[in-house]
């Protein structure tokens, strides 16, 4: 290929980019997918749901209003916020329906065992008779490590409780600039373009989708332990 066919490839390739940007973002809710256009900032929590959407309480969790008073809390990720689903199908409000009680929903994907060990305090304020915490061992106990490597608070914390916050990064040592950086680009371009978030968006569903077979695959082969 000569460098004439080379800068008209080029040119197509940049176009037909922009095409699919443009088209995107007049048919579809732009951002699909970006952190940004559903979360804020928590120093504690990395996040919380924005306030402003429609099923997102004051607090920046998925109830209709922030009560003084429920009979039970409900803490967890993904599968407690209802992932997918509308708010009324999210199983706590499931089991407020079923159980005639109020039920309070602290749940957020991507939520962890140190997200639920500060909600605590958060959820004894509401002062339930029940609380529930739906702990889902595939990735709950990872996101310790997550959450610490990106938030100062728990790193200060795990000293003070005598834990080694290095533990938590590969040899003890904080990940590479390289990594960093790829992931900032990663970020920028899932949060500022209509491409990005879209293929963020069909990555994680696909994962999803992974992550569930694999779980039912371990379950059904007899050679498995557990």
């Known amino acids: 290929m000569n460098l004439r066919n080379l800068f008209l490839s080029v040119i197509l390739l940049t176009v037909s980019m922009l095409v699919i940007e443009f088209g995107l973002r007049l048919f579809t ?8 256009a559903n979360r804020v900032e928590d120093p504690y929590l990395i996040y919380r749901l924005s306030p402003s959407l429609q099923d997102a309480d004051r607090s920046g969790f998925r109830n209709s209003a922030v009560p003084d008073e ?10 407690t916020f209802g992932f997918n689903v509308r708010s009324e199908d999210s199983w706590p ?18 939520y962890g065992s140190l ?7 958060e959820a004894i304020k509401l002062k339930p008779r ?4 739906a702990l889902y061992l595939h990735n709950d106990l990872n996101d310790v490590c997550k959450t610490m490597r990106k938030l100062p608070y ?38 500022n373009t209509a491409i990005g978030s879209l293929f963020s968006h069909v990555w994680d569903l696909f994962s999803d989708r992974l992550s569930a077979e694999g779980e039912v695959l371990a379950v059904e082969d007899d050679s498995n332990p557990t």
């Open 29 to 36: 809710p732009f951002p699909i997918h970006a952190h940004s």
């Open 70 to 79: 429920v009979n039970i809390v409900a803490l967890g990720d993904s599968h």
């Open 93 to 110: 409000q499931q089991l407020a329906r079923m159980s005639n009680m109020t039920v309070y929903n602290f749940g957020l994907g991507g």
């Open 115 to 121: 997200h639920y060990y500060y909600l605590i305090n």
């Open 130 to 133: 029940h609380l529930i915490l």
């Open 154 to 191: 728990w790193q200060s914390w795990a000293e003070e409780q005598g834990f080694d916050p290095g533990a938590c990064y590969e040899s003890g040592k904080p990940r590479s600039t390289n990594r960093s950086s790829e992931e900032a680009v990663s970020r920028f371009l899932r949060e």
